[in-house]
Structure formats: structure tokens, C-alpha cells
């Protein structure tokens, strides 16, 4: 799969907060996802014009056993875009993630992440038929525009919260929250995509399973520390607000081994336009012993 192109640096001159040091926000991100919200993996199998009652239009993501395509309802005119996987080339594990997947995507409904309208499923296929994000993703938009103001971030940032927690109350944790999994609508709205890596969570039993891409984990992921679940969506959203209203990210290195070490220290530099009460909420989010990391529910009051 091509990999993405980093998020631009800030070139504007920079203050020194007592939580920041210097970065460059040249960190290489993870691969493009689709818009559909879902990984993406191309098929050579032969495609019919027609899933169900959707008229198959372009293909508009691709990977090594699944393509997403753009469909319409042949009724309604409705577009979709449906994933189309190759259940002949996963392994019985990766198709124990793929139905995991599926049935969490089923239990959610929020205006703010990607929706599972159905499931088709024939011996060697499984159409997954999505809602579909023409606005593309918030990733593409911050390299096409640069950073956002901070009452656009508020107000995207305030969607993405909001589903975020939504998901938590559903004990669901996404754990691959990144500005390639969010998505917009053709109105502009968040739309979270991508719940490969979403698992239950309880508080009896800890996840072990470092996922996401690096540049958004937790510290505790890098030490390889049995977690919660929350705390480490938590950390990923203050990755995100900070490069909401930056343009690029608070942690990066020129390899894993210098990114690791710049997360563990928790330090990353404040731009000089960003305000006290952006920056105050940033640290709520960005502390390096989770059990002191804000909730979303306080998050959520924060006066930003």
C-alpha cells in the first residue's frame, strides 16, 4: 500500500512551554485507510456490477485481499461504499478480527462515526455495505489547507469527543484513532472510521495489544504495559487536537526507535499561536502516567 506523505511542519517560530521540547512533525504516518472507514485490500477475483441492490460505480481503495468500491442504490440513489474482502486470503485469526469488527460496527450508532448499513456474505466473499464520506479525510484536508483555526478544531474536535465517548459508554475502544481514520461528510461533519483495532474493554480484564500507528500511541503501548482501554483513546485524541490545530504532530522522530523515546519523555513544543486554554487542555490529555490522563466526561466541560 503507499504510504502517506507526512503532515507539513510548523514554520512558524515557536514558544517553549514548560511540557515542550523540539520536534520537526516530519514523522512518517501509516497507510492510506479508505474512506470508507474500513482497512482496504484489493481482490484479483472478478466483481459483479451489482452487490444486492447497489449498482457498483468505481473502486475507490484498495489492498492485498479486499477493494472498496463506490456503489448506489439502485432504488434510492443513495451512495455507498462497500468493501469487498476475499475471505479465501485471511487466515482463520485475521477472519476472527474481521467478524470482531463487524459485530462492533453493528452496535454503533452515532451521526459521527462511519455506519454499517448491511452485511452481504456469499462462500467466498463478504460485502460490507458502509456509509460513505465524500468529503475524504481530515488527514488530506490538513495537508490540502494546513492547520485549522481553533473555533474549526473546536468544533470538529467537540464530534469527535463525542463519538469517542459514545464509544466507551458502549465499552468498545477504538485504539487506531488517527486524523487518516477520520473522516468528513459532504456537509463537513466527522465521521470515525476504521474500527479494525476496536475491541470490548472491561475493567476486570486489561488489553495487552499495542495497535494503532506510532506517532498516536500511548507511552504505555511503547512499554508494553497491560492497559484499560480508554486511557489510550484518550492520549490519541490529544495527538489529534494538537494536530488539528497545528497541521503536524506533537511527537515524531526520523525512526520508531526516536519516536518511542520522545513519547516516553512527553514533551513536545507549544506553537506560539495556539492559546493558554488550547494548550491547558492539551495537557489533560498528553500526561504519561494514565491513571492521572483526564476522562472525556471532564474533557468534555473543559472551558476551550
Known amino acids: 500500500m503507499t504510504t502517506k506523505t507526512p503532515l507539513p ?16 512533525g516530519r514523522q512518517e504516518l501509516s497507510t492510506r485507510s479508505s474512506r470508507t472507514g474500513m482497512r482496504s485490500r484489493s481482490s484479483d477475483e472478478p466483481q459483479p456490477p451489482h452487490v444486492g441492490n447497489y449498482r457498483l460505480l468505481k473502486t475507490i481503495g484498495k489492498g492485498n485481499f479486499a477493494k472498496v468500491k463506490l456503489a448506489r442504490h439502485i432504488l434510492t440513489g443513495r451512495e455507498v461504499a462497500i468493501k469487498i474482502i476475499d475471505k479465501t486470503q485471511l487466515n482463520p485469526n485475521s477472519l476472527q478480527k474481521l467478524f470482531r469488527e463487524v459485530r462492533i460496527m453493528k452496535i454503533l450508532n452515532h451521526p ?15 460485502y460490507l455495505v458502509m456509509e460513505y464520506a465524500s468529503g475524504g479525510e481530515v488527514f488530506d484536508y490538513l495537508v490540502a489547507h494546513g492547520r485549522m483555526k481553533e473555533k474549526e478544531a473546536r468544533a470538529k474536535f467537540r464530534q469527535i469527543v463525542s463519538a469517542v465517548q459514545y464509544c466507551h ?3 468498545i475502544v477504538h485504539r487506531d484513532l488517527k486524523a487518516e481514520n477520520l473522516l468528513l461528510d459532504a456537509d463537513m461533519n466527522i465521521k470515525i472510521a476504521d474500527f479494525g483495532f476496536s475491541n470490548e474493554f472491561t475493567l476486570a480484564n486489561k488489553l495487552d495489544t499495542f495497535c494503532g ?9 511503547f512499554q ?9 483513546d484518550v492520549w490519541s485524541l490529544g495527538v489529534i487536537l494538537y494536530t488539528l490545530v497545528s497541521g503536524s504532530l506533537p511527537f515524531d522522530g526520523q525512526n520508531l526507535k526516536e519516536l518511542r523515546e520522545r513519547v516516553l519523555r512527553g514533551k ?16 489533560r490529555f498528553l500526561v ?4 492521572k490522563r483526564g476522562t472525556l466526561e471532564q474533557i468534555m466541560k473543559d472551558r476551550w
Open 9 to 24: 511542519t510548523v514554520n512558524e517560530k515557536l514558544t517553549e512551554s514548560h511540557t515542550s521540547s523540539h520536534t520537526n
Open 112 to 126: 459521527n462515526i462511519v455506519k454499517l448499513f448491511e452485511v452481504i456474505e456469499t462462500e467466498r466473499t463478504l
Open 169 to 171: 459508554q458502549k465499552h
Open 213 to 221: 500507528s506510532p506517532p498516536y500511541a500511548a507511552p504505555e503501548l
Open 224 to 232: 508494553g504495559k497491560k492497559y484499560n482501554g480508554p486511557e489510550v
Open 268 to 283: 513536545y513544543r507549544i506553537p506560539f499561536y495556539m492559546s493558554t486554554d488550547c494548550e491547558n487542555l492539551l495537557k
Open 288 to 291: 504519561l502516567n494514565p491513571a
